[in-house]
Protein backbone atom coordinates (compact mmCIF):
# COMPACT_ATOMS: atom_id res chain seq x y z
CA UNK A 1 0.00 0.00 0.00
CA UNK A 2 1.07 3.63 -0.69
CA UNK A 3 2.26 5.77 2.03
CA UNK A 4 0.06 8.84 2.22
CA UNK A 5 1.56 11.63 0.59
CA UNK A 6 3.03 14.78 2.58
CA UNK A 7 1.46 17.90 1.52
CA UNK A 8 4.23 21.10 2.22
CA UNK A 9 2.74 23.78 1.01
CA UNK A 10 -1.07 23.98 1.55
CA UNK A 11 -3.12 25.55 4.68
CA UNK A 12 -6.88 24.62 5.51
CA UNK A 13 -9.18 26.54 2.82
CA UNK A 14 -12.98 26.70 2.54
CA UNK A 15 -12.35 25.57 -1.28
CA UNK A 16 -10.48 22.49 0.36
CA UNK A 17 -13.70 21.70 2.77
CA UNK A 18 -16.00 21.96 -0.43
CA UNK A 19 -14.01 20.33 -2.50
CA UNK A 20 -13.76 17.46 0.35
CA UNK A 21 -17.80 17.31 0.31
CA UNK A 22 -18.36 17.08 -3.07
CA UNK A 23 -16.21 14.38 -3.64
CA UNK A 24 -17.75 12.42 -0.74
CA UNK A 25 -21.18 13.12 -1.62
CA UNK A 26 -20.15 11.90 -5.26
CA UNK A 27 -18.61 8.67 -3.40
CA UNK A 28 -22.13 8.20 -1.44
CA UNK A 29 -24.01 8.44 -4.37
CA UNK A 30 -21.95 6.08 -6.47
CA UNK A 31 -21.80 3.61 -3.48
CA UNK A 32 -25.64 3.74 -2.68
CA UNK A 33 -26.18 2.54 -6.52
CA UNK A 34 -23.38 -0.04 -6.54
CA UNK A 35 -23.64 -2.21 -3.39
CA UNK A 36 -27.54 -2.41 -4.22
CA UNK A 37 -26.79 -3.68 -7.89
CA UNK A 38 -23.63 -6.40 -6.36
CA UNK A 39 -25.61 -8.20 -3.35
CA UNK A 40 -28.92 -8.31 -5.44
CA UNK A 41 -26.92 -9.18 -8.47
CA UNK A 42 -24.80 -11.69 -6.04
CA UNK A 43 -27.92 -13.32 -4.31
CA UNK A 44 -29.74 -14.14 -7.52
CA UNK A 45 -26.39 -15.30 -9.53
CA UNK A 46 -25.29 -16.95 -6.43
CA UNK A 47 -21.67 -15.46 -6.34
CA UNK A 48 -20.31 -15.38 -2.74
CA UNK A 49 -17.82 -12.92 -3.74
CA UNK A 50 -19.84 -10.61 -5.64
CA UNK A 51 -21.97 -10.71 -2.72
CA UNK A 52 -18.77 -9.78 -0.29
CA UNK A 53 -17.72 -6.65 -3.09
CA UNK A 54 -21.24 -5.23 -2.31
CA UNK A 55 -21.49 -5.62 1.19
CA UNK A 56 -17.16 -3.52 0.72
CA UNK A 57 -19.10 -1.07 -1.34
CA UNK A 58 -21.54 -0.74 1.81
CA UNK A 59 -18.95 -0.45 4.11
CA UNK A 60 -17.79 2.80 2.00
CA UNK A 61 -20.74 4.84 2.89
CA UNK A 62 -20.01 4.37 6.10
CA UNK A 63 -16.53 5.76 5.75
CA UNK A 64 -17.96 8.56 3.37
CA UNK A 65 -19.90 9.83 6.10
CA UNK A 66 -17.35 9.76 8.63
CA UNK A 67 -15.38 11.69 6.46
CA UNK A 68 -18.11 14.16 6.20
CA UNK A 69 -18.13 14.30 10.13
CA UNK A 70 -14.35 14.87 9.97
CA UNK A 71 -14.24 17.53 7.84
CA UNK A 72 -17.38 19.24 9.58
CA UNK A 73 -15.23 19.68 13.08
CA UNK A 74 -12.11 20.03 11.87
CA UNK A 75 -12.60 23.42 10.50
CA UNK A 76 -13.73 24.34 13.95
CA UNK A 77 -11.52 26.77 15.42
CA UNK A 78 -9.54 26.63 18.75
CA UNK A 79 -12.58 26.38 21.90
CA UNK A 80 -12.03 25.97 25.83
CA UNK A 81 -12.20 22.46 25.42
CA UNK A 82 -9.75 21.80 22.62
CA UNK A 83 -7.40 25.05 22.03
CA UNK A 84 -5.36 23.96 19.26
CA UNK A 85 -8.69 23.33 17.07
CA UNK A 86 -10.02 19.62 16.03
CA UNK A 87 -7.57 19.15 13.15
CA UNK A 88 -7.33 15.89 14.60
CA UNK A 89 -10.44 14.71 13.76
CA UNK A 90 -8.91 14.16 10.54
CA UNK A 91 -7.15 11.64 12.03
CA UNK A 92 -9.20 10.02 13.94
CA UNK A 93 -11.68 9.64 10.59
CA UNK A 94 -8.64 8.23 9.08
CA UNK A 95 -8.05 5.69 11.82
CA UNK A 96 -11.96 4.59 11.44
CA UNK A 97 -11.68 4.00 7.72
CA UNK A 98 -8.84 2.07 8.65
CA UNK A 99 -10.97 0.27 10.86
CA UNK A 100 -13.65 -0.29 8.79
CA UNK A 101 -11.63 -1.62 6.48
CA UNK A 102 -9.92 -4.32 8.73
CA UNK A 103 -13.24 -5.34 10.26
CA UNK A 104 -14.78 -5.74 6.36
CA UNK A 105 -11.80 -7.89 5.32
CA UNK A 106 -11.76 -10.21 8.24
CA UNK A 107 -15.21 -10.92 7.93
CA UNK A 108 -15.12 -11.73 3.99
CA UNK A 109 -12.12 -13.73 4.80
CA UNK A 110 -14.39 -15.92 7.42
CA UNK A 111 -16.94 -16.20 5.17
CA UNK A 112 -14.66 -17.28 2.24
CA UNK A 113 -13.49 -19.80 4.45
CA UNK A 114 -16.40 -21.52 5.56
CA UNK A 115 -17.57 -21.48 2.34
CA UNK A 116 -13.83 -23.69 0.92
CA UNK A 117 -14.59 -26.10 4.06
CA UNK A 118 -17.78 -27.23 2.32
CA UNK A 119 -16.97 -26.97 -1.46
CA UNK A 120 -20.14 -29.33 -2.20
CA UNK A 121 -22.06 -26.10 -1.29
CA UNK A 122 -20.30 -24.44 -4.03
CA UNK A 123 -23.38 -23.74 -6.24
CA UNK A 124 -22.50 -22.08 -10.43
CA UNK A 125 -22.69 -18.62 -10.88
CA UNK A 126 -24.94 -16.77 -13.51
CA UNK A 127 -23.12 -14.82 -16.38
CA UNK A 128 -24.99 -11.57 -14.82
CA UNK A 129 -22.54 -12.02 -12.05
CA UNK A 130 -19.48 -11.51 -14.24
CA UNK A 131 -21.33 -8.26 -16.50
CA UNK A 132 -21.89 -7.02 -12.84
CA UNK A 133 -18.31 -7.21 -11.47
CA UNK A 134 -16.83 -5.57 -14.73
CA UNK A 135 -19.23 -2.81 -14.62
CA UNK A 136 -18.43 -2.38 -10.78
CA UNK A 137 -14.42 -2.27 -11.64
CA UNK A 138 -14.96 0.00 -14.29
CA UNK A 139 -16.91 2.56 -12.25
CA UNK A 140 -14.68 2.24 -8.99
CA UNK A 141 -12.11 2.80 -10.79
CA UNK A 142 -13.07 5.86 -12.47
CA UNK A 143 -14.35 7.19 -8.63
CA UNK A 144 -10.76 6.31 -7.46
CA UNK A 145 -9.35 8.14 -10.53
CA UNK A 146 -11.65 11.22 -9.55
CA UNK A 147 -11.19 11.39 -5.40
CA UNK A 148 -7.02 11.05 -6.14
CA UNK A 149 -6.98 14.25 -8.29
CA UNK A 150 -9.53 16.20 -5.50
CA UNK A 151 -7.22 14.90 -2.77
CA UNK A 152 -4.01 16.08 -4.73
CA UNK A 153 -5.73 19.30 -5.94
CA UNK A 154 -6.92 20.37 -2.17
CA UNK A 155 -4.19 18.28 -0.77
CA UNK A 156 -5.94 16.64 1.87
CA UNK A 157 -4.07 13.30 3.59
CA UNK A 158 -7.75 12.17 4.95
CA UNK A 159 -9.53 12.23 1.37
CA UNK A 160 -6.33 10.09 -0.02
CA UNK A 161 -7.07 7.77 2.67
CA UNK A 162 -10.63 7.60 1.36
CA UNK A 163 -9.92 7.44 -2.10
CA UNK A 164 -6.97 4.75 -1.78
CA UNK A 165 -10.37 2.97 -0.18
CA UNK A 166 -12.24 3.12 -3.74
CA UNK A 167 -9.20 2.03 -5.37
CA UNK A 168 -9.45 -0.88 -2.78
CA UNK A 169 -12.72 -1.65 -3.92
CA UNK A 170 -11.29 -1.28 -7.63
CA UNK A 171 -8.88 -4.37 -6.99
CA UNK A 172 -11.25 -6.36 -4.98
CA UNK A 173 -13.60 -5.97 -7.86
CA UNK A 174 -10.98 -7.34 -10.56
CA UNK A 175 -10.26 -10.47 -8.63
CA UNK A 176 -14.26 -11.05 -8.29
CA UNK A 177 -14.46 -10.80 -11.98
CA UNK A 178 -11.67 -13.72 -12.31
CA UNK A 179 -13.04 -15.62 -9.29
CA UNK A 180 -16.40 -15.11 -11.18
CA UNK A 181 -15.00 -15.94 -14.83
CA UNK A 182 -13.68 -18.98 -13.50
CA UNK A 183 -16.47 -20.26 -11.82
CA UNK A 184 -18.31 -19.97 -15.06
CA UNK A 185 -15.52 -21.53 -16.78
CA UNK A 186 -16.12 -25.08 -14.36
CA UNK A 187 -13.87 -24.40 -11.24
CA UNK A 188 -16.78 -23.48 -8.40
CA UNK A 189 -13.78 -22.74 -6.01
CA UNK A 190 -12.64 -19.48 -8.01
CA UNK A 191 -15.74 -17.76 -6.92
CA UNK A 192 -14.66 -17.98 -2.84
CA UNK A 193 -11.07 -17.92 -3.33
CA UNK A 194 -11.76 -14.26 -4.93
CA UNK A 195 -13.57 -13.67 -1.84
CA UNK A 196 -10.63 -14.84 0.33
CA UNK A 197 -8.19 -12.97 -1.86
CA UNK A 198 -10.49 -9.81 -1.95
CA UNK A 199 -10.71 -9.87 1.99
CA UNK A 200 -6.65 -10.20 2.49
CA UNK A 201 -6.33 -7.04 0.23
CA UNK A 202 -8.71 -5.23 2.60
CA UNK A 203 -7.75 -6.18 5.74
CA UNK A 204 -3.91 -5.45 4.79
CA UNK A 205 -5.00 -1.78 3.34
CA UNK A 206 -7.21 -1.14 6.60
CA UNK A 207 -4.31 -2.01 8.75
CA UNK A 208 -2.18 0.08 6.97
CA UNK A 209 -4.26 3.42 7.52
CA UNK A 210 -5.16 2.82 10.62
CA UNK A 211 -1.47 1.87 12.11
CA UNK A 212 -0.60 5.24 9.87
CA UNK A 213 -3.23 7.41 11.59
CA UNK A 214 -2.26 5.84 15.47
CA UNK A 215 1.07 7.66 14.87
CA UNK A 216 -0.37 10.99 13.83
CA UNK A 217 -2.75 10.66 16.68
CA UNK A 218 0.71 9.88 19.27
CA UNK A 219 2.46 13.12 17.85
CA UNK A 220 4.29 11.69 15.38
CA UNK A 221 7.34 13.91 14.57
CA UNK A 222 6.78 16.02 10.67
CA UNK A 223 9.06 14.40 7.53
CA UNK A 224 12.75 14.78 7.46
CA UNK A 225 11.60 17.13 4.56
CA UNK A 226 9.12 19.18 6.25
CA UNK A 227 11.90 19.36 9.61
CA UNK A 228 14.88 20.97 7.06
CA UNK A 229 12.15 23.41 5.33
CA UNK A 230 10.67 24.68 8.54
CA UNK A 231 14.39 24.83 10.06
CA UNK A 232 15.83 26.93 6.61
CA UNK A 233 12.44 29.34 7.32
CA UNK A 234 13.68 30.09 10.60
CA UNK A 235 17.11 30.32 10.21
CA UNK A 236 16.30 32.66 7.37
CA UNK A 237 14.25 35.46 9.45
CA UNK A 238 16.40 38.23 10.20
CA UNK A 239 18.38 38.54 13.68
CA UNK A 240 18.03 34.58 14.30
CA UNK A 241 21.57 33.54 14.97
CA UNK A 242 20.49 30.11 15.27
CA UNK A 243 18.51 27.80 17.19
CA UNK A 244 17.74 24.56 18.57
CA UNK A 245 15.16 21.93 20.32
CA UNK A 246 13.00 21.95 17.38
CA UNK A 247 10.15 19.71 17.83
CA UNK A 248 7.35 18.73 15.45
CA UNK A 249 4.14 16.74 16.02
CA UNK A 250 1.33 16.35 13.36
CA UNK A 251 -2.74 17.52 14.25
CA UNK A 252 -4.76 16.02 11.23
CA UNK A 253 -2.35 17.62 8.00
CA UNK A 254 -1.15 20.55 9.93
CA UNK A 255 2.08 20.54 12.57
CA UNK A 256 2.52 22.22 15.50
CA UNK A 257 6.28 23.21 16.37
CA UNK A 258 8.54 24.08 19.40
CA UNK A 259 11.56 25.93 19.21
CA UNK A 260 14.73 27.42 21.21
CA UNK A 261 15.56 31.18 19.09
CA UNK A 262 19.13 32.17 19.56
CA UNK A 263 19.18 36.21 19.64
CA UNK A 264 21.89 38.71 20.08
CA UNK A 265 21.62 39.24 23.88
CA UNK A 266 22.02 42.46 24.13
CA UNK A 267 18.63 43.70 22.34
CA UNK A 268 15.78 44.73 24.25
CA UNK A 269 13.15 42.31 25.48
CA UNK A 270 11.26 44.06 22.81
CA UNK A 271 12.81 43.84 20.07
CA UNK A 272 13.90 39.82 20.67
CA UNK A 273 9.89 39.61 20.88
CA UNK A 274 9.43 41.16 17.44
CA UNK A 275 12.26 38.53 15.67
CA UNK A 276 10.17 35.78 17.30
CA UNK A 277 6.75 36.76 16.02
CA UNK A 278 8.48 37.11 12.76
CA UNK A 279 9.18 33.60 12.76
CA UNK A 280 6.13 32.66 13.71
CA UNK A 281 4.19 34.70 10.91
CA UNK A 282 7.23 33.14 8.44
CA UNK A 283 6.44 29.54 9.48
CA UNK A 284 2.98 29.72 9.28
CA UNK A 285 2.14 31.05 6.15
CA UNK A 286 4.64 29.17 4.61
CA UNK A 287 4.37 26.01 5.77
CA UNK A 288 1.73 23.62 7.42
CA UNK A 289 2.55 24.89 10.52
CA UNK A 290 -0.65 25.92 12.98
CA UNK A 291 1.27 27.23 15.82
CA UNK A 292 4.53 27.73 16.58
CA UNK A 293 6.12 27.96 20.24
CA UNK A 294 9.26 30.04 20.58
CA UNK A 295 11.37 30.13 23.63
CA UNK A 296 13.96 32.99 23.11
CA UNK A 297 17.83 31.95 24.64
CA UNK A 298 20.19 35.19 24.50
CA UNK A 299 23.69 34.50 22.40
CA UNK A 300 26.37 36.82 22.46
CA UNK A 301 27.70 38.34 19.08
CA UNK A 302 31.07 39.34 18.19
CA UNK A 303 32.45 42.73 16.83
CA UNK A 304 31.97 41.33 13.21
CA UNK A 305 28.06 41.06 13.69
CA UNK A 306 28.84 36.62 14.14
CA UNK A 307 27.36 34.69 16.83
CA UNK A 308 29.45 33.70 19.18
CA UNK A 309 28.93 30.25 22.29
CA UNK A 310 28.70 32.37 25.68
CA UNK A 311 31.00 30.81 28.75
CA UNK A 312 30.20 27.79 29.56
CA UNK A 313 28.00 27.11 26.48
CA UNK A 314 28.16 23.73 24.68
CA UNK A 315 30.01 23.64 21.70
CA UNK A 316 28.53 21.00 20.23
CA UNK A 317 26.44 21.02 16.69
CA UNK A 318 22.51 22.29 18.12
CA UNK A 319 20.53 19.05 17.59
CA UNK A 320 17.42 19.35 15.46
CA UNK A 321 14.66 17.23 17.19
Same mark, same amino acid.
Given at each position: ?45 ? *??? $?? =???? /??? @? %??? &???? !?? +? ?85 ? *??? $?? =???? /??? @? %??? &???? !?? +? ?90 ? =? ?5 ? @? ?44
Amino acid at each position: MSELPEFPEEQPTPEREAATRRSTWVSVAVNVCLSSAQIAAGLWAG *SQA $LI =ADGI /HSL @S %DLV &SDFV !VL +LAVHHSKKGPDADHQYGHQRYENVAAMVIGGLLLAVGIGMIWAAVHKLQAPASIPAVHLLALWVALGALAVKEGLFRYMLAVAERVR *SSL $LV =ANAW /HAR @S %DAA &SSLI !VA +LGIGGNLLGFPLLDPVAALVVGLLVGKMGWGFLWNALHDLTDRAASEEQLTAISAEILATPGVLGMHELRTRKTGDMILVDVHLEIDGTITV =AEGHAIA @SQVRKNVTRRHPVLYVMTHVDPAEVSATGQRDSRPGADDAPLPIR
